[in-house]
């Protein structure tokens, strides 16, 4: 693939809560249908020095205050654990690390700045009277701010919010001011080799709406390594845990399973749900998405509609000013799967903390065995059974609503799934040419019935096509249980270009974790818009798991 910085600034904030919403957005919900949640522990009374705006953040504690249905929320209830002694890590744009709300959390010397080398990754002050320019580098570059804030915002210092690991330790990173394939894989692994259990990663490829093609984008293969390294030999080879934002495309068709990055096997991504439980309009669909957590439904600055409470630039430059309700130190409008990712972030820190020897793939099975279910509406996929959990898989939310005192609970006295094993088709032929603007797929078979491995946990698809219009193509997966992970859709690209699949590309899928391995793999294909044509050349299933 082509250097990422040939993307410019709008790769950077998937989630951005701007008015350019650099990945897409969306309008409210049309679901009326909201679920009774599990109801919540009420906002806890806090010692004194307790932040002031708590009761604002509805993502942490949902009493109705928002408007929204109360305990829609991540379900801290009482927990004890703050993210003590877990060291979490934000690849970004600028991050004011020193912040008031964060600089108590601050591992120092540890950040870095990709534009200037040093290890203050702050935004760029701004010359005497310039407009407000959120861009990536501009001086109200707020995103990465937001994101930190949400993720370990301090408690119990009288100023703000709090996160919802408000005692882990920050290191910072703004790859995305210099976005080449090089610093991005850098910032990877300058996590992990920093000490970093948890990284979040709120941004992704551009969505159709602000100028992606809509089709396959490919990640890095240096940032797939450096991700894979991290998993093998961080935490003493635990493996850190890597967060990704799904993306906030799918009011535009976008799919997460499109995205190399967000589907890549060694990530955890994360979709989002609103304060009544209902997927937001904008989270994009996926079979690789594992879990969703609250944000606001609407992406952009100032919405009438209730978004998440976070840190901001402190003073005057940033998404408030003196005037806005929080002060201008911090916003109540950030948006998006950015949002929604450091909540799950800070969830893990909090399970690391309850238990220090999970792996990063015990992280993922416990926070997909206890997530709750979404509340559902009109023209919003429906749940499909799992082997999970009783309410099933639904592919804008995955296995569900992260909820942070089951996930806690489950990690304290987990055993661990043991060593990773893979099972590997090798590479399959295809079949002939596909039927044109036809809803009959060609159905191709893989038997894993020599398998050494038990359980699947995840699983990769690679496929190989001479299809001149990529977008026309259904592809799905279904496996031995009979259940389905539909890969791609049939979708238009940007000015009728789509990417080749000549050269191959993967699909991720966790929506078969749990199910035995071993059976038939069925691959299906179909054409199902008209007149371009072709095969499939090969394709070949890795299955992962223990």
């Not at 998937?14 to 679901?31: E, Y």
């Not at 950030?334 to 799950?344: E, I, K, Q, R, Y």
């Not at 020897?357 to 993922?364: A, F, G």
């Not at 079949?431 to 159905?443: E, F």
Request: proline share 6%.
């Amino acid at each position: 693939m082509s250097s990422l910085s040939k993307l410019s600034v709008r790769l950077s904030l998937c989630a951005l809560a701007a008015a350019l919403g650099a990945c897409g957005g969306g309008s409210d919900s049309a679901s009326t249908d909201p679920a009774t949640p599990t109801p919540t522990e009420p906002v806890p009374t806090e010692p004194s020095g307790a932040d002031p705006l708590l009761a604002q953040q509805w993502h942490l504690f949902n009493t109705g205050q928002s408007g929204g249905t109360p305990g829609s929320d991540l379900s801290l209830g009482s927990l004890g654990e703050r993210g003590n002694g877990i060291k979490v890590a934000v690849v970004d744009g600028a991050v004011q690390i020193g912040h008031p709300d964060l600089v108590p959390n601050l591992l120092a010397g540890l950040s870095h700045n990709y534009a200037t080398g040093s290890a203050d990754p702050s935004p760029s002050p701004a010359a005497s009277g310039q407009a407000f320019d959120d861009n990536v580098g501009g001086p109200d570059d707020a995103h990465g701010t937001a994101v930190a804030g949400i993720l370990l915002a301090r408690d119990n210092n009288a100023y703000g919010g709090r996160g919802v690991a408000p005692r882990a330790q920050l290191m910072a990173f703004n790859p995305l001011i210099q976005s080449t394939d090089v610093n991005m894989a850098d910032a990877m692994a300058r996590a992990w080799q920093g000490g970093a259990a948890v990284v979040n990663n709120s941004w992704g490829p551009p969505d159709p709406a602000s100028g992606g093609t809509g089709s396959f984008y490919r990640a890095s293969p240096l940032w797939q390594q450096a991700v894979l390294q991290g998993v093998a030999q961080g935490r003493g080879g635990l493996g850190t845990v890597y967060l990704i934002a799904s993306g906030n495309g799918g009011a535009s068709g976008d799919d997460a399973n499109r995205d190399g990055y967000a589907n890549f096997r060694a990530v955890l991504a994360v979709g989002a749900v609103d304060d009544h439980n209902r997927p937001t309009s904008y989270t994009e669909r996926g079979a690789n998405v594992l879990v969703a957590a609250p944000s606001g439904n609407v992406v952009g600055r100032f919405q009438s509609t209730a978004g998440v409470l976070t840190t901001d630039i402190a003073g005057p430059r940033g998404y408030a000013d003196a005037s806005s309700i929080t002060g201008a130190d911090h916003t109540a409008f950030f948006d998006g799967t950015s949002a929604s990712t450091p909540m799950v972030a800070g969830v893990v820190a909090l399970m690391l903390q309850a238990n220090p020897n999970l792996s990063w793939r015990d992280v993922r099975w416990i926070l997909a065995a206890t997530a709750q279910s979404a509340s559902l509406g009109a023209g919003q996929p429906a749940a499909v059974p799992s082997a999970m959990n009783g309410h099933g898989f639904q592919s804008q939310v995955g296995f569900g609503r992260v909820n942070a005192t089951a996930a806690v609970d489950m990690a304290r006295g987990f055993n661990t799934l043991g060593a990773e094993r893979t099972c590997v088709s090798g590479s399959l032929p295809g079949g002939a040419v596909l039927a044109d603007d036809s809803l009959s797929p060609q159905t191709l078979t893989w038997n894993a019935g020599s398998c050494s491995l038990n359980v699947v946990e995840q699983v990769t698809l690679r496929l190989v096509s001479d299809h001149t219009y990529t977008g026309d193509l259904r592809v799905s997966l279904r496996s031995p249980a009979g259940r389905v992970s539909e890969l791609s859709v049939p979708h238009n690209c940007r000015e009728s270009i789509c990417a080749s699949l000549l050269s191959g590309f993967s699909f991720g899928s966790v929506r078969h974790m749990g199910e035995a391995a071993r059976g038939n793999w069925t691959l299906q294909v179909s054409d199902e818009q008209a007149l371009d044509t072709g095969r499939v050349l090969s394709w070949e299933v890795v299955l992962y798991g223990h």
